[in-house]
């Protein structure tokens, strides 16, 4: 989960002493005339001129005495008429075996014999994470270093600093093909001599009394493509304004998605009034130029450095915006010598998720983020416009430049990339609309089918009134079935036929308490359920594995559960966290637990030991086994911060296992354990 996403949910968790009022009105930009009525479309510019005209008159609508949003908070209004059209997102025509057919299609865990890849969404579609392995090697990187160990020998091969000591790498992930990792860097800075200051530490101070002066050099993340046929070298980077949302990968194709706003500074005037501190931000914006909003980049290879900048021809628009947000798909090829210039193409609008089933990449928006910390400030409630998700759907069948296709908003807010899925042409969508906290809410969820008509992803059917009065915490398209999981005191399991497009409807309903948030096939018939335990009155209590028989999708049923008391997974809030190795029917999943409920050895989970300190949390992997009725536990994992230290003290961030060995991945390093004894085989350290 990214620092934004944190933030967001921090903030979510502030509105729920929120009474009802509604948000104040803010003024929509005004309609760029460029793009044809009707529908919900983008089109490109005719020229720069146009495009900065554009620009300015969306950006003077919407800045503020303290610059953009109404307390200087960015958001934006892309597609602000289409907000309350009951339209969505789709993924057109997927490739065959794209979406897994059934529960019987083991899960993205078993990306092939003898090793298990990065638990993705799609088959064929490789996410970023911070460990790889191809079963020959496997490749993390951790506090900006990469490193290469042999699993065969258990032996580190490799190790390739990428970024100065201190710099926070917590977020850093890569992707592997061949003798090539790309390895992304969430945040990075090329300045200036008079701008420069330590990667990942900010803008420059600001002067007294006035806002943060924009910095001459890029900022933003950077991309590194690593060699590694002998010892790991870098061959190319790439560095690119704005910030990392999310990449995919298909063969040796690379899509980095990455979003960016103008770089302009609103210096605050303490002696003027609001007016004229609008007014003077509005000149600030009449005297920008089309530098100070398209992303420039950096590209260097072989010992050389080029430059260049996002052309103006690259960018379309919908038919309103704020021109505060700028988004950017980049393509690259693993295969190449070099990582080029990115073959960028830009939309004027916001991103926070993207989904990709290989043909099709889509990335979505919507507003919470930017939405909540005004609305909490004000303590109001969102309004139905600012509960609208934008879906931009670009065609990347070929290794080129991806094709914008079709774009639509639907109301409400997604959980995830896991709430949209094609099946058969049609893009399924599941959304949460209305008041989630506070003592009155009114909330609940709709499952969306559309699909693509000419420039426009066109509603098909939908199914509603799904949880009401709570948010969906997990949703799993598998085929023609859709699984969502709401909860607000109770976990009500739905399961959604969608065998008729044009008429979805709910068979089937499971109450139970506590819920999921994360849901895996497991088999025929078998859906793996990760999240939260609660009392009756919604009081989580503790992480839960929980396996449910859906063979029958009118009658749903939970056959066991596995709860860990005062527990927590990183599995819960990141997919990757998670482990499904269908060949030993083996579940993995890290665990940080507190108090007595504490985990102290293989086969003691839930007693009264504490690892390492008091009142410290224990980390471990848990290992189970899924069986016909229940869950076996197979044993627990721990590493531990350096010799004469006891385990447990670091948290697990990721298993996998290659030729029946099970590796656990921390910050401190990776650990081999036997999958058939549960013995450690070796421990690496890389910290």
């Not at 497009?501 to 068979?507: E, H, I, Q, R």
Request: proline share 7%.
């Amino acid at each position: 989960m990214t620092p934004a996403r944190v933030m967001g949910l921090a903030l979510v968790a502030s509105l729920a002493l929120v009474t009802g009022c509604t948000a104040e009105p803010v003024p929509a930009p005004p309609r760029d005339r460029g793009v044809p009525a009707g529908g919900f479309r983008l089109v490109a510019f005719d020229s720069c001129a146009e495009a900065l005209q554009q620009l300015r008159t969306a950006a003077k609508a919407y800045v503020g005495p303290w610059g953009f949003g109404p307390n200087g908070d960015m958001r934006t209004f892309g597609g602000a008429e289409q907000a309350g059209a009951p339209a969505g997102a789709k993924r057109a025509d997927a490739a065959p075996g794209a979406n897994a057919a059934a529960l019987g299609d083991a899960a993205a865990g078993a990306a092939a014999p003898g090793y298990s890849g990065t638990n993705t969404h799609e088959a064929g579609v490789d996410e970023p994470d911070l460990v790889k392995t191809d079963g020959k090697r496997i490749v993390t990187v951790n506090q900006g270093k990469l490193y290469v160990v042999d699993p065969a020998t258990r032996q580190l091969t490799g190790e390739l600093k990428l970024a100065p000591d201190g710099f926070g790498g917590a977020e850093n992930s890569l992707l592997l093909q061949g003798d090539r990792a790309l390895v992304l860097l969430r945040e990075g800075w090329v300045g200036t001599a008079k701008d420069a200051v330590p990667e990942g530490g900010g803008r420059p101070a600001p002067a007294a009394g006035g806002s943060a002066p924009m910095p001459d050099g890029i900022v933003g993340p950077r991309l590194i493509m690593v060699d590694l046929s002998a010892a790991p070298k870098v061959i190319g980077e790439y560095r690119i304004d704005g910030d990392l949302v999310d990449a995919r990968q298909v063969g040796t194709t690379v899509r980095v998605v990455v979003r960016s706003a103008p770089r302009l500074s609103f210096p605050y005037r303490e002696r003027a009034t609001d007016e004229q501190r609008t007014a003077a931000n509005r000149e600030i914006i009449d005297n920008a130029t089309a530098d100070d909003w398209l992303p420039r980049y950096e590209v260097t290879s072989g010992g050389r450095t080029s430059t260049g900048r996002v052309g103006c021809d690259r960018v379309s628009r919908p038919a309103s915006y704020s021109g505060t947000s700028l988004v950017t798909v980049l393509s690259f090829d693993l295969g190449a010598a070099t990582l080029g210039g990115g073959d960028p193409v830009t939309v004027i609008a916001d991103g926070d998720t993207v989904y990709s089933n290989g043909p099709r990449l889509y990335v979505a928006n919507d507003q919470r983020w930017r939405v909540l910390p005004m609305l909490s400030a004000r303590n109001v409630a969102p309004g139905p416009k600012d509960q609208t998700t934008e879906i931009y759907q670009f065609d990347t069948a070929g290794a080129g430049a991806p094709r914008y296709v079709a774009a639509a908003s639907v109301p409400g807010w997604l959980i995830n990339q896991y709430a949209m899925s094609e099946w058969d042409g049609h893009l399924r969508v599941a959304t949460t609309s209305g008041r989630t906290w506070g003592d009155r809410p009114d909330s609940t969820s709709t499952v969306y089918v559309l699909r693509a008509d000419g420039t426009t992803l066109t509603q098909v059917g939908q199914v509603t009134g799904l949880g009401k009065r709570e948010r969906i915490h997990a949703v799993r398209f598998v085929g023609d079935t859709g699984y969502v999981v709401t909860f607000r005191q109770t976990d009500p399991l739905y399961t959604v036929d969608l065998r008729d497009p044009t008429a979805p409807k709910v068979s089937g309903e499971l109450k139970i308490n506590g819920y999921s948030a994360y849901l895996h096939p497991a088999g025929e018939g078998r859906l793996l359920g990760v999240g939260q335990e609660a009392s009756d009155q919604g009081r989580v209590q503790g992480t839960q594995l929980s396996l449910f028989d859906v063979s029958d999708p009118a009658k749903p049923t939970r056959i066991a559960q596995y709860h860990v008391k005062q527990g927590h997974s990183e599995a819960e809030f990141d997919p990757h966290a998670f482990l499904y190795w269908p060949a030993e029917r083996l579940v993995v999943v890290p665990l940080t637990v507190y108090g007595t409920g504490a985990v102290s050895k293989r086969g003691a989970v839930n007693d009264q030991s504490v690892l390492g300190s008091p009142g410290l949390p224990s980390n471990v992997a848990l290992a189970l086994r899924v069986g016909d009725g229940g869950f076996t536990e197979v044993g627990t994992v721990g590493h531990t911060l350096g010799p004469g230290r006891p385990e447990g003290l670091t948290p697990i961030r990721r298993s996998l296992v290659v030729d029946g060995v099970l590796w656990t991945v921390s910050d401190a390093g990776l650990k081999a354990t036997s999958l058939s004894t549960m013995k450690t085989l070796g421990w690496l350290r890389t910290a």
